[in-house]
Nanobody
Framework: QVQLVESGGGLVQAGGSLRLSCAAS????????MGWSRQAPGKQRELVAV???????NYADSVKGRFTISRDNTKNTVYQEMNSLKPEDTAVYYC??????????????WGKGTLVTVSS
């Protein structure tokens, strides 16, 4: 019904930057919110950032001031600019979208993830 396609992961040195992108397509009437979670090796998944249709954002304390989430509603795309990256940011990053389908149902979707590796 809905596909989330992530891109932008890769290898970067500590202090560097990356920008993640996630485009949603398919059975979409509207998108209530989009965001990112991550799962580091040996750790549980955690929410990183969320942005709603009005532009309000929420960030995990660990990334505040370093990560910026943004959204292009015309493209159903969410971005995450990650600056001053630290080795502890190494994780698989998953795109999230809460979507209202054309039939009116509210549905949650997750992308398959993109790996971010930050070296010391």
């Amino acid at each position: 019904q809905v596909q989330l396609v992530e891109s932008g992961g890769g290898l970067v040195q500590a202090g560097g930057s990356l920008r993640l992108s996630c485009a949603a397509s398919g059975n979409i009437f509207s998108i209530n919110a989009m965001g990112w979670s991550r799962q580091a090796p040996g750790k549980q998944r955690e929410l990183v950032a969320v942005i709603n249709n009005g532009g309000s954002t929420n960030y995990a304390d660990s990334v505040k001031g370093r990560f910026t989430i943004s959204r292009d509603n015309t493209k159903n795309t969410v971005y995450q600019e990650m600056n001053s990256l630290k080795p502890e940011d190494t994780a698989v990053y998953y795109c999230y979208a809460r979507i209202r389908a054309r039939a009116g149902t509210l549905e949650d979707y997750w992308g398959k993830g993109t790996l971010v590796t930050v070296s010391s």
